[in-house]
């Protein structure tokens, strides 16, 4: 590593501007006597010409000097060179030209003649004021760094996360290239989740297998296939982390510099170190709860499955009204928490019909009216049998209104047009559709030919005109793609089984 350990304190380096040769080696002996760097200029302009190839920290001036004075010095510098700080010498003390040179951003200033003692006491006092100063300056950075990765360790949707982190790892530190990977325990896998820079031709979404335990060695070689691009030669323009939560590596994350550019210093690496803990704990978090859900959904597959149980004629239901509003979700460009309504919504629409006894649910034969309000109820039932779960509600309108018509004839509430919830009316047509071109105790399934001249029949006045149409180039386009194979359900594959849901276990019928 070239870069320097945190113990080692790098000299003060000094630039003493002063025509007189007598007072300038004064300074130079003196200073350098007590440890700084030091350099001299004969006036304002040589002193420029230094500064633009060279790096100081202080610059003692003389107020009267040939071709540039102190105040135009002070002037320039004041532009150019903010950071350093001065000390303005005078022989001619004046209140004026004192309260000038401070306006000016001089630290202080020296009246000629002065002593050892003064000269020492004075660039001691900037050098420390500068060390406060800088120290403030680190610490504040630290500060906001910290306070702008806490806010995504509250995101728990991984995209956003991760958008955020090398949003801030950009901007922060810089790098020519950047990369984030994600340990996936369960499958002792390593998928790359970002990548930014120009120099290799990584995937995103892409794993690789780690195959031995998942130490360091075994995670940067990991992500390091993942990546593929060039590594840099040079150590220190390389910054390569594991990203731990509760001790446990969650993830890596490199950042690269260009050959150009200058090397991760020490500050840049403790920095990196604080955000890493953070990033850790959110990618953690976000994985938790993509797998919470995940688990969620698969409860509510296997409920929602054991109201189709009841009836053989409806097996598979739910969950192939969920697949083809999911899908009309999608194609009507509805945003990712409407279509994640829409997949619980589908396959919970009949929770209700848990209240419904047998003898009505499985009726060979049509109802009389009396059982058809008892039927009708599952959707004000089913509203009531999730209303508890915070995390469905975006569900209860779909579940309470799948039954509502646009002309206003339908149930519970006679909603129509866009009264109906545009979720419901979604939910409506993936329900008729699926119920017409299954087998019922009393009748045989429709055709797909057959269902889209009813659907066509009820198009503005049972159903939503448009949705109806945009349903019908659905079918015509991927009919064969949405349709579950026959018999439906526990043979059906998982990755067949939802649309994008990864690994939901399907649950027996
Ligand atoms: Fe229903």
Known sequence: ?????????????????????MVSSFCARLLQMKGYTVRTAFNGREALDILQTHQFDLVLTDLQMPEMGGMALLREMRNHYPDIDTIMFTAYATVETAREALKLGAFDYLTKPFSVDELERTVRRAVEWRRVRQERQRLSEVIALYEISQTFTSTLDTETAVREIVELLWRRFSPAELSLSLVHPEDNELELLAHRGASSNATVGVRVPIHQELCCDALFEGHARLVNGPQPVDPSHLARLVLRSNDRPVGVLDLIRAPDQPGFDSDDRTLLAICASQIAASLDNSRLYRQLKQQ?????????ASIDARDPYTAGHSLQVMRYAVRL???????????????????LHDIGKIGVPDAILLKPARLSPEEMDIMRAHAVIGVEIVRGIKALRAVLPIIRHHHERID???????????QIPLEA???????????????RAYRRAMSQDEAIAELQRGRGTQWDADLIDRFIELLNAEAHQ???PHPRAAQVAPDQAAV??????????
């Open 1 to 21: 590593m070239s870069h320097a350990p945190s113990t080692y304190i790098a000299p003060v380096r000094v630039l003493v501007v002063e025509d007189d040769p």
């Open 408 to 418: 206003g004839t339908g149930y519970p509430d006679g909603l129509s047009g866009d």
């Open 482 to 484: 949405l349709r579950l």
């Open 500 to 509: 994008h849901i990864p690994h939901i276990a399907l649950p027996q019928f």
């Open 296 to 304: 969620n959904l698969e409860t509510i597959a296997a409920l929602a």
């Open 425 to 439: 009316r979604i939910m409506a047509i993936a329900d008729a559709y699926d119920t017409m071109t299954s087998d």
């Open 329 to 347: 979700g999608e194609v009507i460009g509805l945003e990712k928490e409407r279509i994640e309504a829409l997949r619980y919504g589908g396959l």
